[in-house]
């Protein structure tokens, strides 16, 4: 049973650019959120999709968009990077919409973004 | 909006010792709680979580977690820790019946010395 993978594992890009980061959630599941995680920090929530639509959102620009696919993969866009948008971008697979708070959010390993 | 605090960014043990982290919330309605573990070069993954009932939760590995209301805390306890036991430690609170935006506190390191 596979779990939660992302891709790529890690990333370069240069300010300004765009990034496109891809997550399969844990096979069963049709939730996806997704999370940066700056160096030393916790994970910050970004958005959350459930049938194929943005749920909810956490306190991040317009410049971070996402998409869920009819397979319920998911991917997170960023655009016009920042040195800042340097991060650990998390994906986390769950069972159920928004309000299934009590359904376990099973983790990948993470996509390592740096800005130059 | 809530927000997480783990007062503990560092901590060093040696094996056998007991371990307390420390985890507060701020957000005065009803909360679920949780404890996730990153252990090094794996994912994060759930230790514990709170919904409602019993205030001691046990969780996977020996760990358990207590929840005070009054003190809005949920501080992470294992009576005797074990090498295996180093990883970065994550306190997570959603605020019950409303958006889902679980916060998570900044983590804290343990290593267990063996």
């Known amino acids: 049973d596979a779990g939660v993978t992302q891709s790529p594992t890690h990333l370069i890009k240069t300010r300004g650019q765009q990034v496109t980061l891809r997550c399969s959630p844990k096979?069963?599941?049709?939730?996806v959120s997704w999370y940066q995680q700056a160096l030393g920090q916790g994970p910050q929530f970004i958005f959350q999709?459930?049938?194929?639509?943005?749920?909810q959102r956490g306190n991040f620009p317009d410049r971070f968009s996402g998409h869920q696919f009819p397979n319920y993969s998911s991917e997170l866009n960023v655009n016009a990077l920042l040195l800042g948008d340097s991060a650990l971008y998390l994906c986390?697979?769950?069972?159920?919409?928004?309000?299934?708070?009590?359904?376990?959010?099973?983790f990948g390993p993470g996509t390592r973004l740096l800005v130059l | 909006a809530q927000s997480v605090s783990q007062h503990n960014h560092h901590v060093i043990l040696s094996e056998a010792a007991s371990l307390e982290l420390g985890c507060n919330y701020s957000?005065?309605?009803?909360?679920?709680l949780f404890w996730y573990v990153q252990y090094p070069g794996q994912h994060l993954q759930l230790l514990l979580k709170?919904?409602?009932?019993?205030?001691l939760v046990k969780g996977i590995k020996g760990f358990e977690a207590e929840f005070i209301k009054s003190k809005f805390s949920f501080n992470l306890r294992k009576p005797s820790v074990q090498w295996s036991d180093t990883a970065e430690y994550f306190c997570?609170?959603?605020?019950?019946?409303?958006?889902?935006?679980?916060?998570f506190g900044r983590g804290t390191s343990l290593i267990v010395h063996p």
């Open positions: 709170y919904f409602s009932g019993d205030p």
């Open positions: 997570a609170v959603i605020a019950s019946g409303g958006s889902y935006i679980p916060t």
């Open positions: 957000y005065g309605g009803t909360v679920n």
């Open positions: 986390a697979s769950s069972l159920g919409p928004s309000s299934g708070t009590r359904e376990t959010q099973y």
């Open positions: 096979s069963g599941h049709d939730t």
């Open positions: 999709y459930y049938e194929e639509e943005e749920r």
